[in-house]
């Protein structure tokens, strides 16, 4: 009954398929989630390839797609998703920001729809299921495994999750832009107590003042957040394509300095609860 977390990508804005970007990733968002033998997915940028030619390697054929936002680095690698072609497949896909703009199935198709992508979404043969909610709600996936959600201030609109099994929690929290010296109560009240949280730390606070308004927060940030709410271990993430192997090197040693608790996500890290 294992509850344990992968990253299959951890770039933020775009992929950066380069040399200076081997040692962190350059694949856009995309976590992988096992409760106990159920696999849910969070977001869908580039990363969701490879994890796709993972799934058809361990025979898993069923998983819940929980979307942060539309934004393109976070599903412009969905319809790469090779599983997503196979009749055997099934998956449901969820989101908490779409219900006022036509929903989450016509965003998907609407990104594979011409001019934009040669293959629609007809084209995908497996059983797709699109389901849209209110960010601030709270589901359970299966009755093991229980999703609280939470609004978060970005453009367009986003949702945090936090998903509980077995007494153990992980929380994802991107994209979001914080207010100085105002912590978000949503996302402390979601991330309160939770053994690991994935947070949005696109900047730097050095860099934050001239990117206010696009929708994202720093690194620290994310560390007063965390022990505000007694979290265990906090996950940098949604790394700025700017920002080489040599700058995340520099910034982890100065945020494990800052927090104990505090790390760098890179892609293909494995994370184990349980």
């Known amino acids: 009954m294992s509850f344990k977390l992968k990253f299959w990508g951890v770039r933020g804005s775009i992929a950066c398929p380069s ?4 040692a962190f990733g350059g694949n856009t968002s995309c976590l992988e989630v096992n409760a106990g033998g159920e696999q849910i997915i969070f977001d869908a940028g580039t990363g969701i390839r490879n994890l796709g ?19 393109w680095d976070h599903i412009t690698g ?6 997503a072609f196979h009749p ?11 219900k006022e703009h036509g929903g989450l199935y016509k965003v998907i198709s609407g990104q594979m729809a011409n001019p934009m992508f040669p293959v629609p979404i007809e084209a995908l043969r497996s059983k797709l299921e699109f389901i849209d909610f209110d960010a601030g709600e709270t589901f359970q996936l299966s009755e093991k495994i229980r999703v609280r959600t939470a609004l978060l201030n970005h453009p367009d609109g986003a949702t945090a999750y936090r998903i509980e099994f077995k007494g153990k929690s992980i929380c994802y929290v991107t994209d979001t832009e914080h207010v100085p010296e105002k912590p978000d109560e949503n996302i402390l009240e979601l991330i309160d107590g939770s053994d690991l949280v994935v947070y949005d730390s696109t900047y730097t606070e050095e860099e934050f003042p001239a990117k206010v308004g696009w929708g994202h927060s720093t690194w620290e940030e994310g560390v007063r957040l965390a022990q505000l709410a007694n979290v265990k271990s906090l996950a940098i993430f949604h790394h700025d394509p700017d920002h080489e192997d040599s700058f995340m090197e520099a910034l982890e040693i100065e945020a494990r300095h800052r927090w104990r608790g505090a790390f760098v996500a890179r892609e293909n890290m494995r994370i184990n609860l349980i």
């Not at 819940?64 to 936002?69: G, R």
């Not at 969905?78 to 599983?83: M, N, V, Y």
């Not at 055997?88 to 779409?98: I, N, P, S, Y």
Request: glycine share 4%.
């Open 78 to 83: 969905f319809p790469f998703f090779a599983p």
């Open 19 to 22: 040399p200076d970007h081997i």
């Open 53 to 71: 030619h993972w799934n058809f390697r361990k025979g898993i054929t069923k998983s819940t797609l929980l979307f942060s936002h539309t934004h």
């Open 88 to 98: 055997d497949h099934e998956f449901a896909l969820m989101a908490g920001h779409l």
